[in-house]
């Protein structure tokens, strides 16, 4: 089982940029999705996460109306869109599977994950 996350890089503040997280192995349709970061000497933070059958969406609040999660259950992929980045959203971002299915509303607390990706480093330059 793997989740593959991808789309990182260096973007300058105010640029976008689509992270994906593909998974392999197993489906995860019938689980919540989330994504969270962790930034140089910080702890992992959650970014967003959206319910199995993308009926609701949360955000952390200094993501909202800046980040756009969604997902595809027929690709087994779920995206991050993030436009107007900031330097401190500059992190390694993951995704991560929930543990339990069909939770509703989706958890910001990554202990609730049992699933995670391998990270992707977004670096926002000033």
């Known amino acids: 089982v793997q989740l593959q996350a991808s789309g990182g890089g260096l973007v300058q503040a105010g640029g976008s940029l689509r992270l994906s997280c593909a998974a392999s192995?197993?489906?995860?349709?019938?689980?919540?999705m989330g994504w969270f970061r962790q930034g140089h000497g910080n702890e992992r933070e959650f970014v967003a996460g959206?319910?199995?059958?993308?009926?609701?969406?949360y955000y952390a609040d200094s993501m909202k109306g800046r980040f756009t999660i969604s997902r595809d259950n027929a690709k087994n992929t779920v995206y991050l869109q993030m436009n107007s980045l900031k330097p401190d959203d500059t992190a390694i971002y993951y995704c991560?599977?929930?543990?339990?299915?069909?939770?509703?509303?989706?958890?910001?607390?990554?202990?609730?994950?049992?699933?995670w990706g391998q990270g992707t480093l977004v670096t926002v330059s000033s």
């Open positions: 991560a599977a929930d543990r339990m299915p069909r939770r509703r509303p989706v958890s910001p607390i990554f202990t609730e994950y049992n699933f």
């Open positions: 192995g197993r489906t995860f349709s019938s689980y919540a």
């Open positions: 959206i319910t199995w059958d993308s009926s609701s969406t």
